[in-house]
T-cell receptor, first 112, second 112 residues
């Protein structure tokens, strides 16, 4: 099956800890994205990458970091510098030939 | 500055009725306007999309109406069903930007 996988589905973290969310796609898409979703706020872009070894900050990048070492993988690290990390995190990808962004099932992060 | 404004925030419609969600944008460089549907705990999925060279696009019970001069577009769901109960997001993308700007979402409830 082609698609986007995110793991874990639920993640709990203590304050002051860094945590890494996984995103993998087997769609052969060039571009990948990370969004944060909070109730009533829509989807806000954290980081995006259009090509391997390159990525750009989105609207709310502070307190987050990413890497793009492989075309199929785009992990997101939520650092201790992120003041309010509890949220639903969504990964997406798209090809250059089509505008449609495909979303993964999401990871719900809760800071205890 | 919110570039895509979506209304209403929530909508309750009776089964068989018409659901209408509206979006307005400011950036005239936008040239792709998708609507995404999201069920609780899941990632969004593309429902229907339009480009500004047409004023209307219909797919089954779902129709996008687009008014370029007013910089507005709307989603109409005909014969709404309880299974349509979800959150709907409008979005917009500028040519070559590879970035979607999302509205804040509309939670639709279709009651029997």
């Amino acid at each position: 099956d082609g698609g986007i996988t995110q793991s874990p589905k639920y993640l709990f973290r203590k304050e002051g800890q860094n945590v890494t969310l996984s995103c993998e796609q087997n769609l052969n898409h060039d571009a990948m994205y990370w969004y944060r979703q909070d109730p009533g706020q829509g989807l806000r872009l954290i980081y995006y990458s259009q090509i391997v070894n390159d990525f750009q900050k989105g609207d709310i990048a502070e307190g987050y970091s990413v890497s793009r070492e492989k075309k199929e993988s785009f992990p997101l690290t939520v650092t201790s510098a992120q003041k309010n990390p509890t949220a639903f995190y969504l990964c997406a990808s798209r090809s250059r030939a089509d505008n449609e962004q495909f979303f993964g099932p999401g990871t719900r992060l809760t800071v205890l | 500055q919110q570039q895509v404004k979506q209304s209403p925030q929530s909508l309750i419609v009776q089964k068989g009725g018409i659901s209408i969600i509206n979006c307005a944008y400011e950036n005239t460089a936008f040239d792709y306007f998708p609507w995404y549907q999201q069920f609780p705990g899941k990632g969004p999925a593309l429902l229907i999309a339009i480009r500004p060279d047409v004023s209307e696009k219909k797919e089954g019970r779902f129709t996008i109406s687009f008014n370029k001069s007013a910089k507005q577009f709307s989603l109409h769901i005909m014969d709404s069903q309880p299974g349509d109960s979800a959150t709907y997001f409008c979005a917009a993308e500028g040519a070559g930007s590879y970035q979607l700007t999302f509205g804040k979402g509309t939670k639709l409830s279709v009651i029997p």
